[in-house]
């Protein structure tokens, strides 16, 4: 029984649903709680926090760093984080602000390619209160000025890495990044591991979250709407084998499949979550 997502993007970042929503969907859904996982940026925390009592559901602050490991892309997850600690928000706002100078630089390129875009223009489709702009705003003005179907196809002909409109971002290392995490009193996690390179095999995976482990990541996030039951069979006995908490989220952004929102469709039992608790403690 899934009771707790533990993935989710608001407004804050580059989801499509503000955190008023995202209650109202996940008390729909019957979830006890769940965690918005907004990247780079803890904006909805404090209005997540003061909603938890109103809707009476069970909220855990978090983050989602993305980070480089030997030129690989890996997104850490960090759970129970003390998200009003000074050197957390300084860091953060030096992040933005390097996401505004590559998105800047992103659209730059992608202008030269023939495409008719403006920088102002992805700020006014983008959520006022957004704090960190990312290349799904750019897909969903692509899309909604008729270049591509959806944003699938926008970042696997423009955005995706080494396509012609890829621009790198700042290059947080990942056991930088699990070392933040930990000092603002929180528990890092290992976001999806089997989006951090489709090239990776088994062997590759279950070598990097041993190495991240070593780097003081606590858990996996074995659960996820992007890995397969053999995928997550294959985490899971990962986690035990190496006493790694084990975790789940549904990475929703707010998009509608077949009318129906995908929060609360992947995630964990209440069981699970207390395993993760336990270690805050």
């Not at 983050?63 to 998200?83: A, C, K, P, Q, R």
């Not at 799904?136 to 012609?164: M, S």
């Not at 997550?232 to 129906?260: P, Q, R, W």
Request: charged fraction near 30%; glycine fraction near 8%.
């Amino acid at each position: 029984m899934i009771e707790y997502d533990l993935h989710i993007h608001s407004t804050a970042s580059d989801g499509l649903l503000d955190p008023n929503k995202i209650f109202e969907v996940a008390k729909k859904k019957g979830l006890k709680g769940f965690s918005i996982t907004d990247h780079d940026t803890v904006y909805a925390l404090d209005t997540c926090n003061s909603l938890s009592k109103k809707y009476k559901i069970d909220f855990i602050p978090g983050i989602e760093l993305s980070t480089y490991f030997n030129e690989l892309e890996v997104h850490i997850l960090g759970y129970y984080i003390d998200y009003k600690n000074e050197e957390l928000l300084e860091f953060l706002s030096y992040i933005q602000q390097s996401r505004i100078q590559r998105i800047n630089k992103m659209v730059e390129r992608i202008k030269d390619l023939g495409y008719d875009i403006s920088i102002e223009e992805i700020r006014l489709q983008a959520d006022s209160k957004t704090k960190s702009l990312g290349r799904p705003h750019i897909g969903r003005l692509l899309v909604k000025k008729g270049y591509f179907k959806d944003t699938i196809e926008a970042f696997e002909n423009l955005l995706e890495r080494g396509k012609p409109g890829y621009v790198e971002r700042y290059k947080l290392s990942t056991e930088d990044a699990i070392a933040l995490i930990k000092k603002v009193g929180g528990l890092p996690v290992i976001a999806h591991p089997f989006v951090i390179d489709e090239k990776l095999n088994l062997n590759d995976i279950k070598q990097l979250i041993i190495k991240f482990k070593e780097c003081g990541a606590i858990g996996i996030e074995v659960f996820h709407s992007l890995q397969n039951n053999k995928q997550s069979e294959f985490l899971y006995k990962i986690a035990l084998e190496n006493d790694m908490v084990i975790t789940g989220g549904s990475d929703c952004h707010g998009i509608l499949n077949n009318g129906e929102y995908l929060l609360g469709n992947y995630g964990i039992n209440s069981t699970l979550l207390k395993r993760l608790e336990s270690v805050k403690r």
